[in-house]
């Protein structure tokens, strides 16, 4: 039998009523709800379940997601439900943190309200992000460094799929260098910054701050990090690792391809949407790919971690 790994989605996934199921459900999930609230002083239920304009404010939408995915992950932990290995897109590293047991769920909820802060506050006037379809990661980074201003890859998604990110003006040529160099597709993206650029370096210093003042422990399972592709084994790197995310390139693509490398056959998105769950099948449509969004989800889970 092969191995499982957790992955959470990032900021993009969230929808008004997301988690909703769960909480008049499960005890667990109402718990976390709730402490999560309570740590961060704001009404997440009235947040994530009602139709609202703060769901899609990125100082909201973070804690937002991260309590609607700790409170899958608990009803699964609860049910016998384990990962060998998580990893989490962007802000879903949080995620993959806490399945890991290096940061408890309490301290991930507070320093996430600062990330979601401190990553609005360091939004610049003339950023922006686009997807490219269609072409080669290679072509995306040659284009990127000879195009004035700065534009630098974000996400590494899954094959065909690469999103830049930067200066608005930059990020434009550069899409339309890469439409005639062959890229299928440039489609804006409709975010209130250029995440994942040097233009966030500020709130990535502000948050080791916040980091520094929290308990880190070596990881009871490994998780891969966004920066490295590689496997956490050491609590001495996480501080970094997550200080270092907010302004650097998301690999995700390559974290999926290490993991399948050692044997993963099955992955269990947790929480909001199928993003995560379409990259895999684009990676390597052999594997077992399972998401947790509604209530409903859960037994059709345990029913093909069962048979896999």
């Known amino acids: 039998m092969g191995r499982t790994a957790f992955i959470f989605p990032g900021q993009g996934a969230q929808y008004p009523g997301m988690g909703k199921d769960f909480y008049e459900n499960e005890a667990v999930s109402r718990e976390v709800f709730d402490k999560a609230g309570l740590i961060t002083g704001l009404d997440l239920t009235r947040i994530c379940f009602e ?69 609005q506050e360091a939004v610049p006037e003339g950023g922006a992000m686009s997807a490219v379809l269609g072409m ?101 790197e996480v501080r970094y690792l997550l200080k270092q995310q907010i302004s650097s390139p998301v690999k995700w693509q390559q974290s999926v391809e290490r993991m399948i490398g050692d044997g993963v056959t099955a992955f269990v998105e947790i929480g909001p949407g199928k993003t995560l769950s379409g990259f895999v099948k684009k990676i390597d449509r052999k594997m077992t790919v399972i998401n947790v969004d509604h209530y409903e989800d859960l037994l059709a889970c345990m029913e093909v971690l069962a048979n896999a």
């Open 136 to 236: 080669e990661s290679t072509v995306v980074e040659e284009v990127c460094s000879r195009t004035p201003g700065l534009v630098t890859v974000a996400n590494y998604n899954c094959p065909g799929q690469i999103v830049i990110t930067g200066e608005k003006d930059a990020v434009d040529r550069a899409g339309e260098t890469l439409k005639e160099r062959g890229a299928k597709r440039i489609i804006p993206l409709n975010v209130s910054g250029p995440f994942h650029s040097q233009m966030l370096i500020s709130a990535g210093e502000r948050l080791l701050k916040d980091l520094e003042r929290v308990r880190i422990q070596d990881p009871k399972i490994p998780y891969v990090a966004n920066l490295t592709a590689d496997y956490v084994n050491a609590k001495e």
């Open 51 to 119: 139709e609202n304009e703060k769901l899609n404010i990125t100082e909201y939408t973070q804690i937002a997601m991260l309590a609607t995915e700790i409170a899958i992950l608990k009803v699964l932990e609860e049910r016998g439900i384990r990962a060998d290995v998580t990893a989490g897109l962007s802000l879903g590293e949080y995620g993959a943190v806490v399945a890991a047991g290096v940061m408890r769920a309490e301290d991930a909820f507070a320093v996430v309200r600062r990330r979601g802060i401190y990553m």
